[in-house]
């Protein structure tokens, strides 16, 4: 069984580019989660989708990013415009149920300079 | 606001020697308890959980975590560590509601030497 797949493995953009973040879930996991860790942090909770309506987004930093879930299938993560503080690893889980083990992606390294 | 401390940042053994990763939360409702690793190069995974009953949960690789509701603690254990434990170790509280989001600690570097 494929596991939780992100892509890129990393990204380098200038300040005030745009980036997307794709994340393909476990197929069946009807619960999809970004989170993301800047160095030196812990890893913080971006938002939450069940199926593709976003059951908790408390987590996203501001209006320059904007999370997708298309079909309830993969799910985007698009910063637009990027800032110096938004570089840092950007995760995607699923699980099958909305409580217990998530599955995490690689991770999606983003680098603003 | 919930939250999740580990205790140590960097910790370095040499083979052999015992562990613990100390792991508070802050939360007074039901909790499910959760320690993920991830090993260099690779993505987090699931190392053991606590969901309910016994309070001694055993996980991968001879891992071990006891929770102490009075302490809200959820302390990591290994007798033995090989050079292969070298990992970031990761605490994470889900609060039992649905809908709820997992909450990281900071992570703990373990460094093995052989």
């Known amino acids: 069984e494929a596991g939780v797949t992100q892509f890129p493995s990393h990204s380098v953009i200038e300040k005030g580019q745009t980036v997307t973040l794709r994340c393909d879930p476990i197929?069946?996991?009807?619960?999809l989660y970004w989170y993301r860790r800047v160095m030196g942090k812990e890893i913080k909770f971006l938002l939450h989708?069940?199926?593709?309506?976003?059951?908790?987004e408390s987590g996203m930093p501001n209006n320059r990013f904007l999370a997708e879930r298309t079909g309830g299938t993969y799910s985007t993560l698009k910063v637009q415009p990027a800032e110096l503080e938004d570089s840092g690893v950007y995760f995607c889980?699923?699980?099958?149920?909305?409580?217990?083990?998530?599955?995490f992606g690689e991770g999606s390294r983003l680098t603003v300079l | 606001a919930q939250s999740v401390s580990q205790h140590n940042h960097h910790v370095i053994l040499s083979e052999a020697a015992s562990l613990e990763l100390g792991c508070n939360y802050s939360?007074?409702?039901?909790?499910?308890l959760f320690w993920y690793v991830q090993y260099p190069g690779q993505h987090l995974q699931l190392l053991l959980k606590?969901?309910?009953?016994?309070?001694l949960v055993k996980g991968i690789k001879g891992f071990e975590a006891e929770f102490i509701k009075s302490k809200f603690s959820f302390n990591l254990r290994k007798p033995s560590v090989q050079w292969s434990d070298t990992a970031e170790y990761f605490c994470?509280?889900?609060?039992?509601?649905?809908?709820?989001?997992?909450?990281f600690g900071k992570g703990t570097t373990l460094s093995v030497s052989s």
């Open positions: 197929s069946g996991h009807d619960n």
């Open positions: 889980a699923s699980s099958q149920q909305g409580f217990g083990e998530l599955f």
């Open positions: 606590y969901f309910s009953g016994d309070p």
């Open positions: 994470a509280v889900m609060p039992n509601q649905a809908g709820t989001a997992l909450i």
């Open positions: 989708f069940v199926k593709e309506s976003k059951q908790d």
């Open positions: 939360y007074g409702g039901t909790v499910n």
